[in-house]
T-cell receptor, first 116, second 115 residues
Framework: AQTVTQSQPEMSVQEAETVTLSCTYD???????LFWYKQPPSRQMILVIR??????QNATENRFSVNFQKAAKSFSLKISDSQLGDAAMYFC?????????????FGKGTRLSVIA | GAGVSQSPSNKVTEKGKDVELRCDPI?????LYWYRQSLGQGLEFLIY????????KSGLPSDRFSAERTGGSVSTLTIQRTQQEDSAVYLC?????????????FGPGTRLTVL
């Protein structure tokens, strides 16, 4: 079974600075998807960014980018120019690409605080 | 368009009572998922529906948990004889049946508290 590990329960960053959240995963599959979701206090999970394992190019969405290291099974999220609204729980998630829609496997999350 | 909605937003119940949690997926989404988020834990998969196929129940923690999806749309998660360890946030998500683009969209969840 696949597992996802987020080794940083909590992180903090100064407003306008850059922060990197770590995620590692364990799988024997070669084709899969990786996601970062944000969960603010409202509880609504919001997709931040996704990466297809077969793509070597790292995904980027505005201030959010990933460092995908397939051989190392690492998928870190970099947030540039941090804003107060970035404060939330961040979850890394894995989904197999082998058989259509499948449930996500989540890490335990990293709570990000943004200091004004 | 409207997102995934869940009701109630919060539910407090007494140990031993049954509860029903409702999920309204995004219109046109054929896949629907239930997850549980316990305090300090990540999200744990419970059950998955895809169209008219038999649901994937592999994540249900006990036979006290069940779910149904009527007409391929609204889903109800039922917990019988609730226990204190059932206290958690229950999240529902839906997606299109498109393996390459099946981003899961989440509802705001139901916070269940079992006293």
């Amino acid at each position: 079974a696949q597992t996802v590990t987020q080794s940083q329960p909590e992180m903090s960053v100064q407003e306008a600075e850059t922060v990197t959240l770590s995620c590692t995963y364990d799988t024997s599959e070669s084709d899969y998807y990786l996601f970062w979701y944000k969960q603010p206090p409202s509880r609504q999970m919001i997709l931040v960014i996704r990466q297809e394992a077969y793509k070597q190019q790292n995904a980027t969405e505005n201030r959010f980018s990933v460092n995908f290291q397939k051989a190392a099974k690492s998928f870190s999220l970099k947030i540039s120019d941090s804003q107060l609204g970035d404060a939330a729980m961040y979850f890394c998630a894995y989904r197999t690409a082998l058989s259509g829609n499948t449930p996500l496997v989540f890490g335990k999350g990293t709570r990000l605080s943004v200091i004004a | 368009g409207a997102g995934v909605s869940q009701s109630p937003s919060n539910k407090v119940t007494e140990k031993g009572k049954d509860v029903e949690l409702r999920c309204d997926p995004i219109s046109g989404h054929t896949a629907l998922y239930w997850y549980r988020q316990s305090l300090g834990q990540g999200l744990e998969f419970l059950i998955y529906f895809q169209g008219n196929s038999a649901p994937d129940k592999s994540g249900l923690p006990s036979d006290r948990f069940s779910a149904e999806r009527t007409g391929g749309s609204v889903s109800t998660l039922t917990i019988q004889r609730t226990q204190q360890e059932d206290s958690a946030v229950y999240l529902c998500a839906s997606s299109l049946f498109d393996p390459g683009m099946d981003t899961q969209y989440f509802g705001p969840g139901t916070r269940l508290t079992v006293l």
